[in-house]
């Protein structure tokens, strides 16, 4: 079965710093992979998406993510953060049980940026 | 395209009463899905309709549960009776082809039951 596990619900960097949200994935097949942005009182918008064309992924935002087999990770990061980027993250990957087709999500993780 | 519109946005409703969330996904997208979102569980998968068939509901909580998509373009969630533990943000989405795709997810309802 597939799972996905996100390593710390709520992360805080200052503006400017170095973004990085850490998600591991389980599965017995070659993953798809998904990043997807919740804001306050909004639902969840795709930042980008792995699905083996290539291991550096580039998304909305300043945001990408690196595929990495060996660690079974699929990491997410930006440069330099920005008081925009204060949101909920959640990394997904795809279901290749029962309910194929269905994305199984990690908790999240809450991100805050200070000035 | 609009994206996918769910109605209401709120709903405060009295226990034991009868609520009823709607949805209408994007236009040409096979897949659709329910899920609902709470602080203590995150996001759970209630149900799952692939060309407006249940493909998977072993994510409904119980039976005053149930979920209808009559047609492609239209889908609703019902609880009756409604009770206070389901309180929570219910999102729909949907998704066209196959598993690389991405799903694209509506505003959400956010439900209360008092």
């Known amino acids: 079965a597939q799972s996905v596990t996100q390593l710390g619900s709520h992360v805080s960097v200052s503006e400017g710093a170095l973004v990085l949200l850490r998600c591991n994935y389980s599965?017995?097949?070659?993953?798809?992979l998904f990043w997807y942005v919740q804001y306050p009182n909004q639902g969840l918008q795709l930042l980008l998406k792995?699905?083996?064309?290539?291991?550096l992924v580039k998304g909305i935002n300043g945001f990408e993510a690196e595929f990495k087999k060996s660690e079974t990770s699929f990491h997410l990061t930006k440069p330099s953060a920005h008081m925009s980027d204060a949101a909920e993250y959640f990394c997904?990957?795809?279901?290749?049980?029962?309910?194929?087709?269905?994305?199984?999500f990690g908790k999240g993780t809450k991100l805050s940026v200070k000035p | 395209d609009a994206g996918v519109i769910q109605s209401p946005r709120h709903e405060v409703t009295e226990m034991g009463q009868e609520v009823t969330l709607r949805c209408k996904p994007i236009?040409?997208?096979?897949?659709l899905f329910w899920y609902r979102q709470t602080m203590m569980r995150g996001l759970e998968l209630l149900i799952y309709?692939?060309?407006?068939?249940?493909?998977?509901d072993s994510g409904m909580p119980e039976d005053r549960f149930s979920a209808k998509m009559p047609n492609a373009s239209f889908s609703t969630l019902k609880i009756q009776p409604s009770e206070p533990r389901d309180s929570a943000v219910y999102f729909c989405?949907?998704?066209?082809?196959?598993?690389?795709?991405?799903?694209?997810f509506g505003q959400g309802t956010r439900l209360t039951v008092v």
């Open positions: 989405a949907s998704r066209s082809g196959t598993g690389e795709a991405e799903a694209f």
């Open positions: 792995y699905t083996s064309a290539a291991t």
């Open positions: 599965s017995s097949v070659p993953p798809y």
């Open positions: 309709f692939n060309n407006n068939v249940p493909i998977d």
């Open positions: 997904a990957v795809r279901n290749y049980g029962g309910s194929q087709g269905n994305l199984i």
């Open positions: 236009s040409g997208h096979n897949s």
